[in-house]
């Protein structure tokens, strides 16, 4: 061992021991004839004293920054200390040392506040990964996945590893591909999720089942997304919606507690997808904060159970309205005495094109009681005040209004209300709120294809008082303009979303376990028979042999550490992240292979002209 | 939930309560009015009994093996209890009960000793897993990874995951490579171990790294290799081939400990590589026995600290001896009563094509002192009693002799050692002895090439005595059948394999961590100074800003768990294995991908005539 003790370790009651350390140099500074070094490792910091009779052997050895050294000497305690840090008391008076490797000096400084861009830091990741803020995220992901792993292993769960090299299902998101060499012209697959591989398991009733494990989608990059990124996967037998979300709010609190010191008390809040949509205009809303969405209008083809306040704003020959499809309003408290600066702000925000707005209206509910509205000549005080009463705005709130085609509208009054959230300090990194969001649709519509593509997935059941809605309707869409009409736009699935602090961190559901609803559901999706058994005929064959009612639900691991960590970025919590063009620019992969290889796996390539 | 217990749960202190069990129908026996149903679930058995009243509902829904039901009832102490299962002692009177989904007739029966072969279980692999015997294996793989996480969290270690696309760099192994879509004309390469990643861990500092991760190895396949397989991979900095051997032979008691309750007292012995070629014939050696070789004969090039007894069969004009390279002996203890029926089927059994002698030499010391040889024509009583009393033969042994090339004979006569220590009951399952092997040779030299091949892989840092061997001399070798007296010959690694009855489950090395000595390596290893950097630049550009003194070892997952389990086939410990070719017969996998998978990653096949 090259030493005795960590660089985090050494206490006040430590002092005259005799001790060695080995580390990273992070500082030097030197005072006539004495120098000090803060010494770095995992664990912490020390400061060494290289004392007179050691400068002659410094200045034969100079050091320098991230130097690996080793050094012997005494723990003394400091006269000025540095109550910053764990080991401040103490320094190391040094008589003896050994450079074990030297440092070019590092194209970025290894401190918090790095001077490095992202690219630079992104080629040197090995020293990037050296500064405290990279590690304590990678810390912390160790600390999630064991907390996941005890609160699992606690309640039954076992810990079971399915391949990786498996068959191509192309569903959705895109595959990447693995050529065989020993099989000509065949490929494997990676797999997306283990979905088929944890459903067999219950078939072969293994009951309860987790794993920590890659999951690879060949998709274009998005900030958040990686091609191969960390699922915490789970599924259970014999257990309905009730018993999943009961266990897994369960994971989630421990790692709270665990990882953040937090006892979440509050029961977990849930919601119908349809009353996130409407209240929200999304299916993961932010619940730290309200700023419910006030539904002035709707088309009438959607949210057949909701009501919405036409009466308030028809009839009063404001064309932006009149002609919209959707109206929805938000309240933004406090914010009446806006500057015309910052409204004209929030109009060009709302109009960028990732908003695609045309335009915004406010009412300032002023103070007083009056009110001041960009649409005064359209709506008089008092149906301005109608307004604000739906929209539950306060005295000294702004409301914010959009209006546009339903799903647009939707879209950009809930972004809107996240920003004016923002702004308005109600997205606390410290606060954590859960929320179930149930009941999803089954089916969502595919215009291009005009056909049913599943929500969730493939394997997700229908609400049990669906499941004969969906045996008995053929599901093919005679009018595409009419789908909304089709008996399975009001299906509903047997899945669920767990919702934090406004980002979906897992979801899962029921499963299908029967085989003639399973190919029903393959048929529905607009896949033939022949087609349905080349992909999934070993799981439709399972389900002959005593599948039992099952399901489950996988946790994005990298984003649940993000959102714990306080950050957006899931990258940050990945050691050897790719970047937007899925590659590894440390590696300098991916590569060329060589000719070799090709004639191994039996293929050329054919490049785009 | 569908359930208030499992099966496995319910004892005579549950007698008279009301209870739900769910489960698989294991058995049904019919007597006259009653049935009795074994349920089966992952927890165990329980016995139902359905009465005269259920019988005409059991006649409208007819039960069959492997139905999934669920059933409510009473728990009643049996008359005749079962003392083999926990649950014997009970039964439940059933009140009522459901099918959950019936089950085609399976192909197999789901019991421990099944009627299906192995080409059938791996096409039903999930009916397979059903089986108790198979169920063991995998509750064991998690227990083994358990203990593993526990103790090396206990031991400050951090589960760090390093990406699976990464970049192709064909040493040794072939890769599996994945074209990338985005990045068109390139390939990444899914990773034969994490390597180089475990390396910049260290050079970032984060001290104690492992991770139980999944590596991909394109290799023509043998009964125990698969494609994927596990590794509990791990990597220390600032420390010592001796903190490394001590850590993880903790490790290795720890798991004997929580998963075979046995307690390892004994100190770990250790060997080099030398005396293990010498003294048992093979790098790992199943010490659980003696029977070490007793070497008669070596050529003069090998074993260079070593003697030989050629005294002993010199000038006896057995022109067989005389032309051998080597000669070597083993005694087997007790059997000097073979028949010749026995000993010829030994003698059969090294002419086999695997082993590939030409014959076995006897001789028989018998319990009355006397010698009985094969070669008495050549040798007096007195000179068999020489080779005897070196081969460490006690009255009632005999004596086993080859004699051939070097490689060759020493190979067979460490498999006859092997074959007759299971023909005695020396290999026993259930005794655990490990044994490090130590100072492996750093090179082996690659006739067809003429050049030095990594014995253990690039990274592995020789002795330092051996430094300056290495890089004061030229790779270079001159004349290819002197190529053992070039000075790399005789340079040893810093390396060590764990050996656990006969099988390598770990190894590892310290590695090298200076650019020079690194670049010094890739080029004895023929690599041009461009194709290093191409392949390993971030890794040499790593180690120029303060890399530290490293090492690391990485087990075998699935044989560790296998050796613990007492099978040699790595396959019954893997739940969804491939077969020889490959394939994974369930899902018929790999398989073709289709057109526009293929214009997507811009390659076309190129299949042979």
Redesign the interface.
């Known amino acids: 061992?090259?030493?005795t003790h960590t660089c985090g370790q050494l206490r006040v009651t430590d002092v005259n021991k005799e001790i060695t350390l080995?580390?990273?140099?992070q500082t030097i500074r030197k005072f006539g004839a004495i120098t000090f070094v803060d010494l770095?490792?995992?664990?912490g910091i020390t400061q060494l004293l290289f004392g007179e009779q050691l400068q002659p052997e410094l200045d034969a050895n100079p050091l320098g920054r991230?130097?690996?050294i080793q050094v012997q000497g005494f723990v003394q305690e400091r006269s000025n200390k540095n109550r910053n840090i764990p080991t401040g008391e103490v320094e190391v008076q040094v008589h003896s040392f050994k450079i074990?490797?030297?440092?070019?000096v590092?194209p970025f400084t290894i401190t918090d506040e790095t001077d490095g861009g992202d690219d630079l830091r992104m080629k040197?990741?090995?020293?990037d990964?050296?500064r405290n803020a990279v590690?304590k995220n990678?810390?912390l992901?160790?600390a999630v996945?064991?907390a996941t792993?005890n609160y699992l292993?606690e309640q039954g769960f076992?810990?079971?590893?399915?391949?990786?090299?498996?068959?191509?299902t192309?569903e959705g998101a895109?595959?990447?591909?693995?050529?065989?060499?020993?099989?000509?012209?065949?490929?494997?697959?990676?797999p997306q999720s283990p979905q088929t591989?944890k459903q067999?398991?219950m078939?072969?009733?293994?009951?309860r089942y987790y794993q920590i494990v890659?999951c690879?989608r060949?998709e274009?990059?998005r900030a958040d997304r990686q091609?191969?990124f960390?699922q915490i996967d789970c599924e259970m037998c014999?257990?309905?919606q009730e018993?999943i979300l009961h266990m897994f709010e369960g994971l989630i609190k421990h790692i709270f507690h665990e990882v953040k010191g937090v006892h979440y008390k509050e029961k977990v809040e849930r919601m119908t997808w349809e009353d996130a949509m409407w209240h929200f205009g999304n299916d993961k809303p932010d619940i730290r904060f309200g700023m419910k969405l006030c539904n002035l209008k709707k088309p009438a083809s959607v949210f057949l159970q909701k009501t919405d306040n036409a009466a308030l704003i028809n009839g009063a020959d404001f064309k932006v309205f009149d002609d919209a499809e959707t109206v929805i309003a938000i309240a933004a408290p406090g914010c009446s005495e806006y500057t015309r600066k910052q409204t004209d702000e929030l109009t060009e925000w709302v109009k960028r094109p990732q908003i695609g707005m045309k335009g915004l209206v406010f009412i300032k509910c002023n103070a007083d009681g009056t009110y001041k509205s960009s649409v005064d000549k359209f709506y008089s005080e008092d149906k301005l005040k109608a307004i604000a009463e739906a929209a539950e705005a306060q005295p000294g709130d702004l409301i914010l209004m959009l209006a546009g085609a339903e799903e647009r509208t939707r879209k950009a009054i809930s972004e809107l209300r996240l920003e004016m959230g923002k702004k308005l300090g109600y997205r606390k990194e410290t606060e954590f709120k859960l929320l179930w969001v149930l009941d999803f649709p089954l089916f969502e519509y595919d215009e291009e294809g005009n056909r049913w593509v599943a929500r969730h997935h493939p394997f997700t059941s229908p609400k049990p008082a669906d499941i004969d809605v969906m045996i008995n309707n053929n599901p093919h869409i005679e009018d595409a303009a009419k789908y909304l009409e089709h008996p399975y736009a009001n299906i509903k699935a047997n899945a669920y979303d767990l919702v934090l602090n406004g980002n979906e961190i897992g979801g899962g559901s029921i499963r299908i376990?029967?085989r003639p609803l399973q190919e029903k559901m393959f048929a529905a999706l607009g896949m033939s028979e022949e087609e349905a058994m080349h992909k999934f005929?070993?799981l439709l064959?399972?389900?002959?042999?005593?599948?039992?009612?099952h399901g489950g639900l996988a946790f994005g691991f990298d984003r649940l550490c993000a959102i714990l960590g306080g950050s957006e970025s899931i990258r940050d919590f990945?050691?050897?992240p790719?970047n937007n063009?899925?590659?590894?620019v440390?590696?300098?992969?991916?590569?060329?292979?060589?000719e070799k290889?090709?004639q191994?796996?039996?293929?050329?390539?054919?490049?785009?002209e």
């Open positions: 061992m090259y030493r080995a580390g990273w140099v770095r490792d995992r664990y991230e130097f690996v074990l490797n030297k440092s070019a590092p040197y990741r090995y020293l990964l050296r590690k990678l810390e992901r160790y996945s064991r792993r292993h076992m810990d079971i590893e399915t391949p990786f090299l498996i068959k191509s192309p895109r595959d990447f591909v693995v050529p065989s060499r020993m099989n000509a012209g065949q490929f494997y697959a990676l591989f067999l398991l078939v072969s009733g293994y009951d890659k690879f060949d274009d990059l091609p191969e960390t014999f257990v309905e018993d376990f029967q005929g070993f064959g399972a389900f002959e042999y005593g599948a039992p009612p990945i050691a050897f790719k063009s899925g590659r590894d440390m590696l300098d992969a991916p590569g060329p292979i060589d290889q090709f191994e796996l039996n293929i050329i390539l054919n490049l785009p």
